[in-house]
Protein backbone atom coordinates (compact mmCIF):
# COMPACT_ATOMS: atom_id res chain seq x y z
CA UNK A 1 0.00 0.00 0.00
CA UNK A 2 1.00 4.01 -0.27
CA UNK A 3 2.19 5.50 2.26
CA UNK A 4 3.54 9.27 0.98
CA UNK A 5 4.02 8.17 -2.31
CA UNK A 6 5.56 4.93 -1.94
CA UNK A 7 4.64 1.49 -2.08
CA UNK A 8 4.85 -0.73 0.89
CA UNK A 9 4.69 -4.27 2.58
CA UNK A 10 3.79 -4.66 6.18
CA UNK A 11 7.42 -7.16 5.89
CA UNK A 12 9.92 -8.18 3.94
CA UNK A 13 13.58 -8.77 3.12
CA UNK A 14 15.93 -5.88 3.42
CA UNK A 15 17.06 -6.09 -0.32
CA UNK A 16 20.99 -6.35 0.62
CA UNK A 17 20.86 -8.40 3.47
CA UNK A 18 17.92 -11.32 3.80
CA UNK A 19 18.86 -12.40 7.09
CA UNK A 20 17.17 -8.72 8.19
CA UNK A 21 13.43 -9.01 7.90
CA UNK A 22 12.26 -5.51 7.73
CA UNK A 23 8.58 -4.76 9.50
CA UNK A 24 6.64 -1.44 10.17
CA UNK A 25 6.74 -0.78 13.72
CA UNK A 26 2.84 -0.16 14.52
CA UNK A 27 3.15 0.83 17.97
CA UNK A 28 4.61 4.08 16.76
CA UNK A 29 1.72 5.12 14.63
CA UNK A 30 -0.41 6.78 13.60
CA UNK A 31 2.20 9.38 14.73
CA UNK A 32 5.23 7.83 13.30
CA UNK A 33 6.50 6.01 10.50
CA UNK A 34 9.60 3.90 11.36
CA UNK A 35 10.77 0.80 9.74
CA UNK A 36 12.24 -1.79 12.14
CA UNK A 37 15.08 -3.97 10.69
CA UNK A 38 14.71 -7.03 12.99
CA UNK A 39 18.12 -9.63 12.44
CA UNK A 40 17.39 -12.49 15.05
CA UNK A 41 14.69 -14.79 16.07
CA UNK A 42 14.45 -13.62 19.48
CA UNK A 43 13.71 -10.02 18.28
CA UNK A 44 11.31 -11.53 15.83
CA UNK A 45 9.50 -13.14 19.03
CA UNK A 46 9.33 -9.78 20.85
CA UNK A 47 8.14 -7.84 17.81
CA UNK A 48 4.77 -10.48 17.85
CA UNK A 49 4.47 -10.50 21.79
CA UNK A 50 4.96 -6.84 22.43
CA UNK A 51 2.75 -6.25 19.01
CA UNK A 52 5.24 -4.46 16.82
CA UNK A 53 3.83 -6.60 14.44
CA UNK A 54 0.24 -8.01 14.76
CA UNK A 55 -2.65 -8.63 13.06
CA UNK A 56 -3.71 -12.58 12.45
CA UNK A 57 -2.04 -12.43 8.47
CA UNK A 58 0.68 -10.75 9.79
CA UNK A 59 1.44 -12.67 12.56
CA UNK A 60 1.54 -15.43 10.20
CA UNK A 61 3.70 -14.23 7.96
CA UNK A 62 6.23 -12.71 10.46
CA UNK A 63 6.16 -16.41 11.79
CA UNK A 64 7.49 -17.81 8.29
CA UNK A 65 10.27 -15.58 8.48
CA UNK A 66 10.71 -16.13 12.29
CA UNK A 67 11.07 -19.67 11.08
CA UNK A 68 13.44 -18.90 8.53
CA UNK A 69 15.38 -16.65 11.14
CA UNK A 70 15.09 -19.73 13.94
CA UNK A 71 16.81 -21.77 10.97
CA UNK A 72 19.57 -19.44 10.63
CA UNK A 73 20.15 -19.38 14.04
CA UNK A 74 19.80 -23.34 14.92
CA UNK A 75 22.27 -23.54 11.75
CA UNK A 76 24.89 -21.95 14.19
CA UNK A 77 24.43 -24.87 16.62
CA UNK A 78 25.46 -28.55 16.92
CA UNK A 79 22.08 -29.95 17.12
CA UNK A 80 19.72 -28.21 14.42
CA UNK A 81 16.34 -30.27 14.86
CA UNK A 82 16.47 -29.97 18.45
CA UNK A 83 17.18 -25.90 18.48
CA UNK A 84 14.49 -25.66 15.54
CA UNK A 85 11.85 -27.61 17.28
CA UNK A 86 12.21 -25.73 20.41
CA UNK A 87 12.26 -22.59 18.56
CA UNK A 88 8.96 -23.46 16.49
CA UNK A 89 7.35 -23.85 20.28
CA UNK A 90 8.21 -20.62 21.41
CA UNK A 91 7.01 -18.71 18.35
CA UNK A 92 4.02 -21.16 18.22
CA UNK A 93 3.27 -19.79 22.32
CA UNK A 94 3.75 -16.01 21.48
CA UNK A 95 -0.14 -15.29 20.44
CA UNK A 96 -2.40 -18.18 20.75
CA UNK A 97 -5.80 -17.09 19.07
CA UNK A 98 -4.56 -16.18 15.96
CA UNK A 99 -4.39 -19.62 14.13
CA UNK A 100 -2.56 -18.27 11.03
CA UNK A 101 0.74 -18.39 13.11
CA UNK A 102 0.97 -22.40 14.09
CA UNK A 103 -0.33 -22.51 10.43
CA UNK A 104 2.96 -20.61 9.23
CA UNK A 105 5.14 -22.05 11.56
CA UNK A 106 3.72 -26.20 10.79
CA UNK A 107 4.00 -25.09 6.62
CA UNK A 108 7.81 -24.13 7.28
CA UNK A 109 7.96 -27.54 8.94
CA UNK A 110 6.12 -29.48 6.16
CA UNK A 111 8.75 -27.63 3.56
CA UNK A 112 11.80 -28.41 5.36
CA UNK A 113 11.16 -32.21 5.90
CA UNK A 114 12.44 -33.04 2.62
CA UNK A 115 15.55 -31.23 2.79
CA UNK A 116 18.50 -33.33 3.38
CA UNK A 117 21.44 -30.65 3.82
CA UNK A 118 21.20 -27.93 6.56
CA UNK A 119 21.86 -25.16 3.56
CA UNK A 120 18.89 -26.79 1.52
CA UNK A 121 16.75 -26.21 5.14
CA UNK A 122 17.56 -22.46 4.74
CA UNK A 123 17.25 -21.86 1.26
CA UNK A 124 13.95 -23.43 1.40
CA UNK A 125 12.68 -21.90 4.68
CA UNK A 126 13.73 -18.79 3.47
CA UNK A 127 11.72 -19.06 -0.15
CA UNK A 128 8.87 -20.54 2.14
CA UNK A 129 8.55 -17.42 4.40
CA UNK A 130 8.41 -14.98 1.06
CA UNK A 131 5.68 -17.52 -0.15
CA UNK A 132 3.56 -17.33 2.87
CA UNK A 133 3.63 -13.57 2.39
CA UNK A 134 3.32 -13.63 -1.25
CA UNK A 135 -0.10 -15.53 -1.24
CA UNK A 136 -1.36 -13.66 1.83
CA UNK A 137 -1.32 -10.61 -0.76
CA UNK A 138 -2.73 -12.79 -3.13
CA UNK A 139 -5.78 -13.90 -1.45
CA UNK A 140 -6.38 -10.25 0.47
CA UNK A 141 -6.62 -9.12 -3.27
CA UNK A 142 -8.75 -11.67 -4.42
CA UNK A 143 -11.13 -10.98 -1.02
CA UNK A 144 -11.41 -7.36 -2.52
CA UNK A 145 -12.34 -8.59 -5.99
CA UNK A 146 -15.23 -11.06 -4.18
CA UNK A 147 -16.18 -8.83 -1.25
CA UNK A 148 -16.71 -5.60 -3.77
CA UNK A 149 -19.74 -6.97 -5.00
CA UNK A 150 -21.68 -6.78 -1.76
CA UNK A 151 -20.59 -3.25 -1.88
CA UNK A 152 -21.59 -2.66 -5.25
CA UNK A 153 -24.88 -4.32 -4.62
CA UNK A 154 -26.00 -2.07 -1.65
CA UNK A 155 -24.68 0.86 -3.23
CA UNK A 156 -27.21 0.07 -6.48
CA UNK A 157 -30.01 -0.85 -4.16
CA UNK A 158 -29.17 3.21 -2.56
CA UNK A 159 -28.70 4.68 -5.99
CA UNK A 160 -25.48 5.51 -5.81
CA UNK A 161 -26.19 6.83 -2.23
CA UNK A 162 -22.92 6.15 0.27
CA UNK A 163 -22.53 2.52 1.41
CA UNK A 164 -21.95 2.80 5.31
CA UNK A 165 -19.55 -0.06 6.49
CA UNK A 166 -18.57 -0.58 9.74
CA UNK A 167 -15.29 -2.27 10.69
CA UNK A 168 -13.61 -3.52 14.49
CA UNK A 169 -10.05 -3.45 15.27
CA UNK A 170 -7.51 -3.34 11.61
CA UNK A 171 -7.93 -5.65 9.51
CA UNK A 172 -6.47 -3.66 6.83
CA UNK A 173 -3.11 -3.79 5.08
CA UNK A 174 -1.36 -3.20 8.19
CA UNK A 175 -3.05 -6.36 9.60
CA UNK A 176 -2.11 -8.60 6.29
CA UNK A 177 1.01 -8.08 4.74
CA UNK A 178 -1.09 -5.38 2.19
CA UNK A 179 -4.64 -5.10 0.93
CA UNK A 180 -6.26 -6.30 4.27
CA UNK A 181 -9.03 -8.54 4.60
CA UNK A 182 -12.18 -6.46 5.52
CA UNK A 183 -10.21 -3.11 3.86
CA UNK A 184 -9.56 -4.42 1.00
CA UNK A 185 -13.68 -4.79 -0.90
CA UNK A 186 -13.79 -1.00 0.64
CA UNK A 187 -10.59 0.10 -1.29
CA UNK A 188 -11.58 -1.70 -3.95
CA UNK A 189 -15.17 -0.45 -4.20
CA UNK A 190 -13.56 3.05 -3.31
CA UNK A 191 -11.49 2.68 -6.53
CA UNK A 192 -14.29 1.83 -8.59
CA UNK A 193 -15.87 4.95 -7.43
CA UNK A 194 -18.26 3.49 -5.63
CA UNK A 195 -19.33 6.41 -2.80
CA UNK A 196 -17.95 4.53 0.57
CA UNK A 197 -18.14 6.10 3.95
CA UNK A 198 -16.30 3.53 6.59
CA UNK A 199 -17.26 3.80 10.65
CA UNK A 200 -14.07 2.93 12.61
CA UNK A 201 -14.15 1.64 16.29
CA UNK A 202 -11.64 3.01 18.51
CA UNK A 203 -10.91 -1.04 19.55
CA UNK A 204 -10.00 -0.50 23.06
CA UNK A 205 -7.58 -1.33 24.85
CA UNK A 206 -4.93 -0.85 22.47
CA UNK A 207 -7.01 1.02 19.89
CA UNK A 208 -5.94 -0.21 16.58
CA UNK A 209 -9.29 1.50 15.15
CA UNK A 210 -8.44 4.84 16.03
CA UNK A 211 -4.62 4.21 15.51
CA UNK A 212 -4.11 2.11 12.47
CA UNK A 213 -7.41 1.75 10.31
CA UNK A 214 -7.99 5.11 10.67
CA UNK A 215 -4.60 6.08 9.42
CA UNK A 216 -4.55 3.45 6.76
CA UNK A 217 -7.87 5.21 5.17
CA UNK A 218 -6.72 8.46 5.49
CA UNK A 219 -3.82 7.79 3.74
CA UNK A 220 -5.73 6.15 1.01
CA UNK A 221 -8.18 9.23 1.04
CA UNK A 222 -11.22 6.72 1.87
CA UNK A 223 -13.96 8.67 3.35
CA UNK A 224 -13.96 7.51 7.45
CA UNK A 225 -15.14 8.80 10.61
CA UNK A 226 -13.51 7.11 14.13
CA UNK A 227 -16.56 5.72 16.50
CA UNK A 228 -16.21 4.92 20.50
CA UNK A 229 -16.41 1.36 20.84
CA UNK A 230 -20.25 1.59 21.96
CA UNK A 231 -21.48 3.81 19.08
CA UNK A 232 -22.19 0.89 16.55
CA UNK A 233 -25.89 -0.16 18.42
CA UNK A 234 -27.02 3.33 17.93
CA UNK A 235 -26.10 3.75 14.51
CA UNK A 236 -27.70 0.34 13.33
CA UNK A 237 -30.84 1.62 15.06
CA UNK A 238 -30.83 5.35 13.03
CA UNK A 239 -29.96 3.30 9.58
CA UNK A 240 -26.42 4.51 9.14
CA UNK A 241 -24.92 1.40 8.71
CA UNK A 242 -25.66 -0.62 5.67
CA UNK A 243 -22.84 -3.54 6.32
CA UNK A 244 -20.43 -4.57 8.77
CA UNK A 245 -17.49 -6.37 7.88
CA UNK A 246 -14.70 -7.33 10.33
CA UNK A 247 -11.55 -10.21 9.83
CA UNK A 248 -11.10 -13.25 11.89
CA UNK A 249 -8.29 -14.25 13.54
CA UNK A 250 -9.58 -17.91 13.99
CA UNK A 251 -12.93 -19.16 12.36
CA UNK A 252 -13.96 -22.91 12.80
CA UNK A 253 -14.93 -25.70 10.33
CA UNK A 254 -18.40 -24.79 11.22
CA UNK A 255 -18.12 -20.96 11.13
CA UNK A 256 -17.88 -19.71 14.41
CA UNK A 257 -15.20 -17.15 14.54
CA UNK A 258 -12.51 -15.17 16.98
CA UNK A 259 -11.92 -11.89 16.34
CA UNK A 260 -10.92 -8.78 18.19
CA UNK A 261 -12.49 -8.50 21.85
CA UNK A 262 -16.17 -6.39 21.50
CA UNK A 263 -16.96 -8.17 17.97
CA UNK A 264 -19.83 -10.28 19.39
CA UNK A 265 -21.67 -7.22 20.64
CA UNK A 266 -21.16 -6.17 16.80
CA UNK A 267 -22.91 -9.40 15.44
CA UNK A 268 -25.47 -8.91 18.21
CA UNK A 269 -26.11 -5.02 17.53
CA UNK A 270 -26.33 -6.32 13.59
CA UNK A 271 -28.68 -9.49 14.08
CA UNK A 272 -31.30 -6.85 15.86
CA UNK A 273 -31.37 -4.65 12.89
CA UNK A 274 -31.13 -6.79 10.08
CA UNK A 275 -27.71 -5.33 9.29
CA UNK A 276 -25.56 -8.01 7.21
CA UNK A 277 -22.90 -9.17 8.92
CA UNK A 278 -20.14 -10.45 6.92
CA UNK A 279 -16.49 -11.85 8.11
CA UNK A 280 -13.37 -11.22 5.22
CA UNK A 281 -11.09 -13.74 5.85
CA UNK A 282 -7.89 -15.51 3.90
CA UNK A 283 -7.80 -19.73 3.69
CA UNK A 284 -5.25 -19.84 7.10
CA UNK A 285 -7.41 -17.98 9.33
CA UNK A 286 -9.59 -21.61 9.29
CA UNK A 287 -9.04 -23.89 11.73
CA UNK A 288 -10.04 -26.94 10.52
CA UNK A 289 -9.63 -29.20 12.93
CA UNK A 290 -12.27 -27.48 15.35
CA UNK A 291 -15.87 -26.94 15.28
CA UNK A 292 -16.59 -25.51 18.63
CA UNK A 293 -15.61 -21.98 19.03
CA UNK A 294 -16.28 -20.97 22.09
CA UNK A 295 -15.02 -24.30 23.72
CA UNK A 296 -11.62 -24.56 21.39
CA UNK A 297 -10.69 -21.30 20.51
CA UNK A 298 -8.28 -20.06 22.77
CA UNK A 299 -8.80 -16.51 24.23
CA UNK A 300 -5.32 -14.51 24.57
CA UNK A 301 -5.37 -12.39 27.88
CA UNK A 302 -3.25 -9.63 27.43
CA UNK A 303 -1.43 -7.74 30.51
CA UNK A 304 -3.89 -5.06 32.22
CA UNK A 305 -2.05 -2.37 31.89
CA UNK A 306 -3.38 -2.21 28.15
CA UNK A 307 -6.79 -1.57 29.50
CA UNK A 308 -4.61 1.28 32.95
CA UNK A 309 -2.92 3.38 30.55
CA UNK A 310 -3.40 4.57 27.25
CA UNK A 311 -0.83 5.79 24.47
CA UNK A 312 -1.25 9.33 22.58
CA UNK A 313 0.57 12.22 21.56
CA UNK A 314 1.69 14.92 24.12
CA UNK A 315 4.14 17.62 23.32
CA UNK A 316 5.00 15.99 19.98
CA UNK A 317 6.24 12.80 22.10
CA UNK A 318 4.57 10.09 22.44
CA UNK A 319 3.45 8.88 26.31
CA UNK A 320 1.25 6.78 27.82
CA UNK A 321 -0.72 7.97 31.11
CA UNK A 322 -2.48 6.08 33.76
CA UNK A 323 -6.37 6.74 32.98
CA UNK A 324 -7.55 4.31 35.66
CA UNK A 325 -6.94 4.60 39.85
CA UNK A 326 -3.51 2.54 39.76
CA UNK A 327 -4.75 0.29 42.05
CA UNK A 328 -7.55 -1.25 40.58
CA UNK A 329 -7.25 -4.38 39.04
CA UNK A 330 -8.01 -5.27 35.12
CA UNK A 331 -8.68 -7.94 32.93
CA UNK A 332 -7.59 -7.83 29.21
CA UNK A 333 -9.20 -10.51 27.19
CA UNK A 334 -8.03 -10.11 23.70
CA UNK A 335 -10.69 -11.75 21.37
CA UNK A 336 -14.32 -13.28 21.83
CA UNK A 337 -16.30 -15.70 19.82
CA UNK A 338 -18.78 -14.74 17.47
CA UNK A 339 -21.07 -17.93 17.09
CA UNK A 340 -21.48 -18.36 12.77
CA UNK A 341 -25.38 -18.05 13.40
CA UNK A 342 -24.90 -14.18 14.07
CA UNK A 343 -22.77 -14.11 11.04
CA UNK A 344 -24.37 -13.55 7.45
CA UNK A 345 -21.63 -15.05 5.51
CA UNK A 346 -17.50 -14.87 4.91
CA UNK A 347 -15.90 -12.92 2.47
CA UNK A 348 -12.78 -15.35 1.10
CA UNK A 349 -10.60 -15.47 -1.56
CA UNK A 350 -12.20 -18.36 -3.52
CA UNK A 351 -15.91 -16.52 -2.84
CA UNK A 352 -18.38 -15.76 -0.35
CA UNK A 353 -20.06 -18.56 1.56
CA UNK A 354 -22.60 -18.55 4.15
CA UNK A 355 -21.53 -19.09 8.09
CA UNK A 356 -22.35 -22.97 8.19
CA UNK A 357 -20.09 -25.73 7.73
CA UNK A 358 -21.75 -27.21 4.51
CA UNK A 359 -20.92 -23.53 2.61
CA UNK A 360 -17.80 -23.54 3.73
CA UNK A 361 -16.97 -26.96 2.75
CA UNK A 362 -18.18 -26.08 -0.33
CA UNK A 363 -15.57 -23.91 -1.05
CA UNK A 364 -12.65 -25.73 0.30
CA UNK A 365 -13.34 -29.44 -0.28
CA UNK A 366 -10.08 -30.88 0.19
CA UNK A 367 -10.82 -30.13 4.22
CA UNK A 368 -13.82 -32.02 4.26
O1 LIG B 1 -4.04 -6.43 16.90
P1 LIG B 1 -4.24 -7.85 17.24
O2 LIG B 1 -3.22 -8.75 16.62
O3 LIG B 1 -4.45 -8.13 18.69
O4 LIG B 1 -5.65 -8.16 16.69
C1 LIG B 1 -5.93 -9.16 15.87
C2 LIG B 1 -6.58 -8.59 14.73
O5 LIG B 1 -5.90 -8.18 13.84
C3 LIG B 1 -8.01 -8.41 14.71
O6 LIG B 1 -8.74 -9.17 15.56
C4 LIG B 1 -8.48 -8.44 13.31
O7 LIG B 1 -9.76 -7.99 13.21
C5 LIG B 1 -8.37 -9.81 12.70
S1 LIG B 1 -8.10 -9.70 11.02
C6 LIG B 1 -6.40 -9.58 10.89
Known sequence: MNVDGKNY?????????????????????????VVEEINS??????????????????????????????????????DFEKEFINMAYI????????????????????????????DEKLKIACKTAINIADEDVACC????????????????????????????????WL????????????????HRGIKVHVWVDETRPRNQGANLTAWELLNHGVPHTIIVDNTAGHLM???????????????????????????????????DNNVPFYIALPSSTFDWAISDGLKEIPIEQRNADEIKYIQGLSNGEITKVLITPLNSPARNFGFDVTPSRLITGFIT?????????????????ENK
Open 9 to 33: RTIWFKSDDSDVVCVIDQLLLPHQF
Open 41 to 78: FTKMVAAIKDMKVRGAGLIGAAAGYGMYLAAVKASKTK
Open 91 to 118: LKNTRPTAVNLAWAVDRQFKDISSAETI
Open 141 to 172: RQIGLNGVKLIEEISRNKNGETVNILTHCNAG
Open 175 to 190: AFVDYGSATSPIYEAF
Open 237 to 271: QHGLIDLVITGADRVTNSGDAANKIGTYLKALAAK
Open 349 to 365: ERGICKSDRSSILKLYP
